[in-house]
């Protein structure tokens, strides 16, 4: 059975730094894409991070491009967000999904299969 | 960014009726869809990808269609179990979006 589970949340005072963890079982975490999703409180989904399977590519909305940074420990099947800088605006529950990748004309699309039940982030002083 | 717009953002409806949620793109995202349910302190759930393909283990109760920017979410028979909040998101881009959401409530 596939499983996530987000640790690391938070309180945390405005420009400070948090890094959010998610251990993943169940599946080949070493090759599989993964993403960070966050809800703001009484709002809706956004994305915000993608890193893709075997090479390792991120991507990022432009909310966090530059504050935010993911990346994974393959030997420990756990994923990452580092997020720096943090602001009000990132206060938010924040999943982690796995992620299947489908290819055509060697352009991936990714979308979320799987997710965790979120672990809460709070910026506020 | 590709906006997505659900509607409605919420629905009234009893156990055993028909519903239907609208989801469309503001261009063109082929069936680059995927439709998840979400509950309160839950992990969000994928029900259906690439516009209309069911995930495994998601009851046969709920279907997908639509192509180009215009897309549905039906579920032909609302259980109890389905109350909930459903968004759909498109993934044509390197940019994620999601639509507002459409909560489902008891009527």
């Known amino acids: 059975e596939v499983q996530l589970v987000e640790s690391g949340g938070g309180l945390v005072q405005p420009g400070g730094s948090l890094r959010l963890a998610c251990a993943a079982s169940?599946?080949?975490?070493?090759?599989?894409?993964m993403s960070w999703v966050r809800q703001v409180p009484t709002k809706g989904l956004e994305w915000v991070s993608l890193?893709?399977?075997?090479?390792?590519?991120?991507y990022y909305a432009d909310s966090v491009k530059g504050r935010f940074t993911i990346s994974r420990d393959k030997p420990k099947n756990t994923l990452y967000l580092q997020m720096d800088s943090l602001r009000a605006e990132d206060t938010a529950v924040y999943y982690c999904?796995?992620?299947?990748?489908?290819?055509?004309?060697?352009?991936?699309?990714?979308?979320?299969?799987?997710w965790g039940k979120g672990t809460t982030v709070t910026v506020s002083s | 960014d590709i906006q997505m717009t659900q509607s409605p953002s919420t629905l009234s409806a009893s156990v055993g009726d028909r519903v239907t949620i609208t989801c469309r793109a503001s261009q063109s995202i082929s069936y680059w869809l995927a439709w998840y349910q979400h509950k309160p302190g839950k992990a969000p759930k994928c029900l259906i990808y690439k516009a209309s393909s069911l995930e495994s283990g998601v009851p046969s109760r709920f279907s997908g269609s639509g192509s180009g920017t215009e897309f549905t979410l039906t579920i032909s028979s609302l259980q109890p179990d389905d109350f909930a909040t459903y968004y759909c998101q498109q993934y044509n881009t390197y940019s994620w979006t999601f639509g507002q959401g459409t909560k489902v409530e008891i009527k």
């Open positions: 890193i893709s399977g075997r090479i390792g590519s991120t």
């Open positions: 169940g599946f080949t975490f070493s090759s599989s894409p």
């Open positions: 999904a796995k992620a299947v990748a489908v290819m055509v004309n060697f352009y991936n699309y990714y979308y979320m299969d799987v």
